[in-house]
């Protein structure tokens, strides 16, 4: 059974960092591409990266501005996400989403359970 | 970037109810239509995916159909456990950031 557990959500000023992780269990992780989708309070679901099986090719929302980087470490299994220069408007849930194959641009057939990230203004 | 709607944004129906949830892409995406359940506190669920496939122990009482602009999910006979929010979503470019802004399906 696929199993997806983030860790890292917690709570940080504006303008601090934060580092999210994600263990993967249930599948041969190196060979899916991965992202991570966030859900701010009360609103809808919105991607914010991905990342291609090997880790070789990452693509992250246009509104990000570089301030988050996305990586793996699949000799653990892990998938991470940072985030820098955080701003009031990221708080949120953040997901950790399997690809249904290794593409960037592919359904999510596995979620984690999300892991909180409040950024106090 | 390719904008997703969805229609109705909520709406109330009966268990045994036949729903039919509309989703729109601001310009053509083939078939790349995925669709997705969230029951409150919980991560979304994939229902859909490519319009019409069925995700492996999705009940069949859920089926997806449209291509390039136009598409929907219906259900044939609302059961209790399918009060939820469902979001449609765009594979067909990159960024893949379209999902659509979901529909509440509440109980009448």
């Known amino acids: 059974e696929v199993h997806l557990v983030e860790s890292g959500g917690n709570w940080v000023q504006r303008g601090g960092s934060l580092r999210l992780s994600c263990g993967a269990s249930g599948f041969t992780f190196n060979t899916y591409a991965m992202a991570w989708v966030r859900q701010a309070p009360g609103k809808g679901l919105k991607w914010v990266a991905g990342?291609?099986?090997?880790?070789?090719?990452?693509y992250y929302a246009v509104s990000l501005k570089g301030r988050f980087i996305i990586s793996r470490d699949n000799s653990k299994n892990t998938l991470y996400l940072q985030m820098n220069s955080l701003r009031a408007e990221d708080t949120a849930v953040y997901y950790c989403?399997?690809?249904?194959?290794?593409?960037?641009?592919?359904?999510?057939?596995?979620w984690g359970q999300g892991t909180m990230v409040t950024v106090s203004s | 970037d390719i904008q997703m709607t969805q229609s109705p944004s909520s709406l109330s129906a009966s268990v045994g109810d036949r729903v039919t949830i509309t989703c729109r892409a601001s310009q053509a995406i083939s078939t790349a239509l995925n669709w997705y359940q969230q029951k409150p506190g919980k991560a979304p669920k994939l229902l859909i995916y490519v319009t019409s496939r069925l995700q492996s122990g999705v009940p069949s009482r859920f089926s997806g159909s449209g291509s390039g602009t136009d598409f929907t999910l219906t259900i044939s006979s609302l059961q209790p456990e399918d009060f939820a929010t469902y979001y449609c979503?765009?594979?067909?470019?990159?960024?893949?950031?379209?999902f659509g802004p979901g529909t509440r399906v509440e109980i009448k």
């Open positions: 979503q765009q594979t067909y470019t990159m960024p893949p950031d379209s």
């Open positions: 990342i291609s099986a090997s880790g070789g090719t990452t």
């Open positions: 989403a399997k690809g249904y194959q290794d593409s960037l641009i592919d359904a999510f057939d596995a």
